[in-house]
């Protein structure tokens, strides 16, 4: 029964607790970069603040990444779509390095655009039973090659058709991201100049005063 209860508060997630693993996963987002050191040790000692299992942790940022993923998909398809997902921009911290995603940021995004053009090209280069009976021969009358040559262009022309579209689709999801790219450089820009003006600040602050 203490195993239960105990699965039954891991599988229970506030916004308080997510947070704090988020937290505690940027400040060790050096060492989850490294390859050298083992992810399992990390997730101990970060769900010994949390106060939930270490596999619960993983598990529960395994899914908010996902969550990422599928809302920074979006975010790309359509630049004006408002994200308010409220861990979003701690994902853009952790997967934004010098104003680019990381690579596997990169790869997620760009299997979604894959899927999309194997599905297409899929449903064209397939032929119906119709038309692979009609070019077959199975037909009552039997089949004239004129028909098989109709046919043939069709789908030539739907491939053709097909190709230019997802060209061009790639091409606006190329563009959306570059444009997306670039508000992130732009974003960090501006805080590091903030961070730079605060530093100045500091500096002026604890600097003696000349006596009178």
Same mark, same amino acid.
């Given at each position: ?5 105990a699965?039954?508060a891991?599988?229970?997630?506030d916004?308080?607790?997510i947070?704090?693993?988020?937290n ?5 987002i050096?060492?989850f970069r490294?390859?050298?050191i083992?992810?399992k040790n990390l997730?101990v000692d970060? !769900?010994?603040a @949390?106060? /939930?299992g270490?596999d619960c942790?993983n ?5 908010l990444k996902q969550?990422?993923i +599928?809302l ?6 359509d630049c004006?779509?408002?994200v308010?997902?409220?861990?979003f921009?701690i994902f853009?911290e952790i997967?934004?390095v010098d104003g ?7 790869q997620k995004?760009q299997e ?9 090209l899929?449903?064209?280069?397939t032929?119906s039973?119709?038309?692979?009976g ?9 089949? !004239?090659e004129e @028909?098989? /040559?109709r ?9 053709r058709?097909?190709?230019l579209e997802? +060209?061009d689709?790639q091409?606006v999801?190329?563009e959306?991201l570059?444009?997306l ?11 590091r100049e903030?961070?730079?003006l ?15």
């Amino acid at each position: 029964m203490d195993g239960e209860a105990a699965d039954d508060a891991d599988d229970h997630w506030d916004n308080s607790s997510i947070k704090i693993m988020l937290n505690l996963y940027l400040q060790n987002i050096e060492k989850f970069r490294n390859p050298k050191i083992r992810k399992k040790n990390l997730w101990v000692d970060i !769900s010994t603040a @949390v106060g /939930k299992g270490p596999d619960c942790c993983n598990k529960k940022f395994r899914n908010l990444k996902q969550t990422y993923i +599928r809302l920074l998909k979006k975010k790309i398809r359509d630049c004006t779509a408002t994200v308010k997902w409220p861990y979003f921009n701690i994902f853009e911290e952790i997967y934004v390095v010098d104003g680019e995603y990381q690579p596997e940021i990169q790869q997620k995004v760009q299997e979604g655009s894959n899927e999309s053009i194997a599905k297409a090209l899929l449903s064209i280069s397939t032929p119906s039973k119709f038309e692979d009976g009609h070019e077959n021969g199975e037909t009552s009358g039997g089949q !004239s090659e004129e @028909v098989r /040559k109709r046919l043939t262009r069709k789908r030539n022309a739907e491939l053709r058709k097909a190709t230019l579209e997802i +060209r061009d689709r790639q091409r606006v999801v190329e563009e959306k991201l570059d444009r997306l790219i670039n508000i992130v450089e732009e974003s960090n820009s501006i805080q590091r100049e903030r961070n730079k003006l605060f530093q100045e600040f500091l500096e002026k602050l604890n600097q003696p005063r000349d006596e009178c």
